[in-house]
C-alpha cells in the first residue's frame, strides 16, 4: 500500500520543512535573556528546583501525575486563551535531567489546539495567563513518543520545557485573509500533516489535513485571481490526496474513495488519484472496477511501474477468482447430478 502524501516542500529527517520549521522556529543560540514585543524578558536557564518552602509546587494538570506544571512567573492578567485562538509564545525545551536545548522560539505565533506544537505545552497553554511563565515537565507521550526526534530527542524521553504566553490574537478567519495568507497557513497546516504522518500519527495528520482545507476553500469556491487559483487548487488537491492516503492507511476504504472522487471530480485526469482509486477498489475486492482505474492511469503514464505492479497483482487475483467460480459450478453440478440419482434409486 502506498504511503507517501504529497508534498511540496522538502521534509527532513527531522520531519521540517526547509522553508517552514515547526521545531525550532527563530532559533536564537545565545543564552542570555532577550527582548520580546511584550517588553518582558524570556527565561532561558532552568530553573531551580522547587524547595520544601517554594510556594509554587507543581501542579497535576491531568491529574494522573504524567502532565506537571509549575509556575515561574505569575500573569499579568486573567486572560487565558480558548481553543482555535491565535496565541503568541516563547518556550525552551529540554531532555529531563540534561541542558542541552532541543528546541526554542521567540514570538511564535501558533493556534492553540492546532497541532502546531508537543500535545504537553498545548494543554498547558490553554491553562495558563497572558505574561505566565511556567515549568512543565512532559512525559513522552504528550511529547515524541516512542520515536524521539533523531538526532537530539531519544524515544520514550521525559522532557521539561519552559513557556511564557505572551499574548492571545483572534481566530484567524479565511475570509479576512488575502489568497496568499491562506495559501501559504495551507501549506504550512499540510506540511506539518506529513511529517505527523510519516510519525505514524495518522489522526494528527488528518486534523492538520482538514485544517489545510479549511484555509484553502471547497472546489467550487473561487477565491482570488486565476494565477492564485490554479496555485490554491493545486494545494487542494495534494491535500485531499493526502487525506485518502490517510484513511487508506486507517482502512477506512469508504472515506478514501469518497476523497478521491473529490479529487476526480476537480482533476478528472489526476494520476495519483486514478492509481489510488484502483488500490483502494482493489482492497475492496472489486477487481474488474481496479483494472479500469489502473488502465486509466497506464494511459495517462504507461511507464508507471507501481501501476503496473498493481494490475498485474489484480489480474492474477481475477484469474484466481475465475477458477474459484469455475470449481464451485462443477460441485454445484455434481451434487445435482448426485442428487438426481438419488432420487431415481429411491423410485426404484
Known amino acids: 500500500m502506498e504511503q507517501n502524501p504529497e508534498q511540496n516542500n522538502t521534509i527532513t529527517q527531522n520531519g521540517v520543512s526547509e522553508d517552514y520549521d515547526f521545531i525550532s522556529a527563530e532559533q536564537d543560540n545565545s543564552s542570555e535573556p532577550s527582548d520580546d514585543s511584550s517588553g518582558t524578558k524570556f527565561i532561558y536557564k532552568i530553573p531551580p528546583p522547587p524547595s520544601e518552602n517554594d510556594t509554587e509546587p507543581y501542579l497535576d494538570i491531568l491529574g494522573s501525575g504524567d502532565l506537571l506544571k509549575r509556575i515561574l512567573k ?14 503568541l509564545i516563547s518556550f525552551v525545551g529540554r ?7 532541543i528546541e526554542e522560539a521567540e514570538n511564535l505565533e501558533i493556534t492553540l489546539g492546532g497541532c502546531d506544537i508537543i500535545q504537553g505545552v498545548d494543554l498547558a497553554l490553554s491553562l495558563m495567563y497572558v505574561g505566565e511563565v511556567v515549568e512543565l515537565k512532559i512525559p513522552p507521550r504528550f511529547g515524541y513518543g516512542k520515536l524521539g526526534l533523531e538526532p537530539k530527542v531519544p524515544g520514550e524521553a521525559r522532557l521539561v520545557y519552559i513557556v511564557e504566553l505572551i499574548a492571545i490574537k483572534p481566530v484567524l478567519d479565511p475570509e479576512n485573509l488575502t489568497p496568499s495568507e491562506r495559501l501559504i497557513i ?40 486565476e494565477l492564485e487559483q490554479h496555485e490554491i487548487q493545486s ?3 495534494k491535500t485531499l490526496n493526502n487525506i485518502a492516503v490517510v484513511h487508506i492507511a486507517m482502512q477506512n476504504l469508504n472515506l478514501a474513495l469518497e476523497t478521491l472522487d473529490s479529487v476526480l471530480a476537480i482533476e478528472p485526469m489526476n494520476e495519483k488519484a486514478i492509481m489510488r482509486k484502483g488500490k483502494v477498489l482493489g482492497l475492496k475486492g472489486q477487481h474488474m472496477a481496479a483494472t479500469q482505474e489502473f ?27 475465475k477458477t474459484q467460480e469455475k470449481e464451485l459450478y462443477k460441485k454445484m453440478l455434481g451434487q445435482k447430478e448426485n442428487n438426481e440419482k438419488s432420487s431415481k434409486d429411491i423410485k426404484k
Not at 505569575?74 to 496565541?87: A, C, F, H, L, T
Not at 531532555?95 to 536545548?101: T, V, Y
Not at 506539518?192 to 471547497?218: I, M, P, Q, S
Open 74 to 87: 505569575k500573569g499579568n492578567s486573567e486572560d487565558r486563551p480558548v481553543k482555535d485562538e491565535q496565541i
Open 95 to 101: 531532555i529531563e535531567g540534561k541542558d542541552d536545548i
Open 186 to 225: 495551507g501549506q504550512k497546516k499540510k506540511v506539518r500533516g506529513n511529517w505527523c504522518f510519516k510519525r505514524n500519527d495518522n489522526v494528527t495528520a488528518l486534523h492538520l489535513y482538514r485544517k489545510a482545507l479549511h484555509f484553502l476553500g471547497e472546489k467550487e469556491e473561487k477565491i482570488c485571481s
Open 235 to 237: 494545494e487542494r488537491i
Open 295 to 321: 488502465n486509466k492511469a497506464l494511459q495517462i503514464n504507461p511507464k508507471n511501474k507501481e501501476v503496473q505492479n498493481m494490475l498485474k497483482n489484480i489480474e492474477i487475483a481475477l484469474v484466481k477468482e
